[in-house]
């Protein structure tokens, strides 16, 4: 009896955190099927009478908030800033994790610093920078501001990722023949296949939840992005649709949801077997 209830008192308080964490979800998505003389009844209620796709509708119709545009500039500048992330970050963790230089553990400060200079410190030269080089308000600019804040910390991430990997798999593989650029992409990113797709799942989550930079950066909806967009429905316009508002929280976290949905498999895969199994 005691036994159990160590064993199971944990699992209690994870359900427990769960329904906290995950009840405001359910009730967002539960309300955005109902029609508005639903949603506000003296008694709340996740029981849906009438359930109905109009504030959906309402969400990505032209006469509402239209978010269809909104949600492809920001899956646009998340998906490019996450693969320009994965890019330099797979290959100067590298540099990082597998050498030993002058000023190695500099530059690996550096990276962690660096992430002390975001926000409102970068905002005015970014925009001056930007301005000159005319890339204000498009997704370009975007990307690469993303870019700033994820690949310091998705390199040094990766170098430890790297680190873990023993030196003798390389070894071999050049003995037999490879060179080193074949034993980097055939030997070694396999086994690091994890750190890979948790920096890339990071930089997708960083530049999807972006709002700040997006909002000094982009007027135009041919680069405004869904966080801005929301913000906007807060305003006169939104409130004549509450349950338009909710659809539309719905539909911007679907993609996050998605894409974590589908890389989690591999992620576990990854942790479970990676560089042990070889």
């Known amino acids: ?27 967002l998505v539960f309300n955005s099927f109902k029609p508005s003389r639903e949603i506000f009844t003296a008694r709340p209620t996740l029981r849906i009478q009438n359930p109905t796709l109009e504030n959906y509708q309402w969400a990505l119709g032209p006469k509402g908030a239209n978010l269809g545009r909104y949600l492809v500039n920001s899956i646009v500048a998340a998906a490019l800033a996450a693969l320009m992330t994965v890019a330099f970050a797979t290959t100067g963790g590298y ?44 997704r370009l600019v975007l990307v690469l501001i993303y870019g700033t804040a994820t690949i310091p910390t998705c390199a040094w991430l990766m170098s430890g990722f790297y680190s873990a990997v023993p030196k003798d798999l390389e070894e071999a593989a050049m003995i037999d023949g490879c060179s080193p650029f074949m034993a980097f992409f055939r030997v070694i990113l396999p086994l690091v296949l994890p750190g890979i797709v948790a920096t890339g799942l990071y930089s997708f989550i960083i530049s999807w939840n972006d709002y700040q930079y997006a909002l000094i ?62």
């Open 1 to 27: 009896m005691r036994r159990f209830r160590s064993m199971g008192l944990p699992y209690v308080a994870l359900a427990l955190i769960m329904v906290f964490t995950l009840f405001p979800f359910f009730w």
């Open 95 to 138: 540099a990082l994790g597998r050498f030993f230089f002058p000023g190695r553990e500099s530059i690996a400060i550096f990276l962690i610093l660096s992430q002390m200079f975001q926000g409102p410190l970068i905002m005015v030269p970014w925009y001056k920078m930007a301005s000159s080089l005319g890339i204000i308000n498009t």
């Open 217 to 278: 950066l982009t007027t135009s909806d041919f680069a405004k992005t869904v966080q801005v967009g929301l913000a906007e429905l807060m305003g006169f316009f939104g409130k004549t649709s509450w349950g338009g508002i909710m659809a539309s929280g719905v539909l911007s976290s679907l993609p996050v949801v998605i894409l974590f949905v589908v890389v989690q498999r591999y992620l576990v895969e990854g942790l479970t077997s990676g560089a042990v199994k070889s």
